[in-house]
């Protein structure tokens, strides 16, 4: 996992939503979703799959890109 791509990847899903909307969304704290779209931080399985069906896409798009 390329964790530069994840998180350019989540930004880019992301939009124009702001990240406390998306992190209250998710039922996660504000801190780790920017930890997530910095590349500081994996999600773990849960939220990956969480995440993917807020944005309605596969987890793999996210999480497994090359």
């Not at 406390?20 to 997530?36: K, R, T």
């Amino acid at each position: 996992m390329n964790k530069l791509k994840m998180a350019k990847k989540l930004i880019e899903l992301r939009g124009d939503k702001s990240r406390e909307q998306v992190a209250v969304d998710l039922g996660i704290s504000y801190s780790a979703l920017v930890s997530y779209e910095t590349g500081d931080r994996v999600p773990r399985d849960e939220v990956k799959i969480r995440i993917a069906n807020y944005y309605g896409v596969d987890v793999g798009e996210i999480f497994f890109l090359k």
